[in-house]
Nanobody, 126 residues
Framework: QVQLAESGGASVQAGGSLRLSCVLS?????????MGWFRQAPGKEREGVAG????????TIYTDSVKGRFTIGRDAENTVFLQMNNLKPEDTAMYYC??????????????????WGQGTQVTVSA
């Protein structure tokens, strides 16, 4: 059974940094694995933040608002991280890790992902 577990969420001040981790269990990264980070703030729709085509070409993609500040990568065998620097109050949200397998066209679209974690809260104060 595929499961995802996020960690690393916290409350920080604007300008600070956080590193979120997501551990995938029940499956091993293969050529067809891709993973993403999404976030949802109260009253807003879930938004794709960063995507990573792990097994194919290592391609990454970011939503415009986090480019240059956030980095998605692979930490260990089955762990993906989201390094968040220069955090802003508008980054406040519940952050979710997601995984999918096979061909993917839009790494930042939630419809492309099959498995989701429970989320970890990030709060950035001004």
């Amino acid at each position: 059974q595929v499961q995802l577990a996020e960690s690393g969420g916290a409350s920080v001040q604007a300008g600070g940094s956080l590193r979120l981790s997501c551990v995938l269990s029940g499956y091993t990264f293969t050529r067809d694995t891709y993973m993403g980070w999404f976030r949802q703030a109260p009253g807003k729709e879930r938004e794709g933040v960063a995507g990573f085509r792990i097994g194919y070409d290592g391609a990454t993609i970011y939503t415009d608002s986090v480019k240059g500040r956030f980095t998605i990568g692979r930490d260990a065998e089955n762990t993906v991280f989201l390094q968040m620097n220069n955090l802003k109050p508008e980054d406040t949200a519940m952050y979710y890790c997601a995984a999918g397998f096979g061909y993917v066209r839009q790494l930042l679209s939630s419809r492309e992902y099959t498995y989701w974690g429970q989320g970890t809260q990030v709060t950035v104060s001004a």
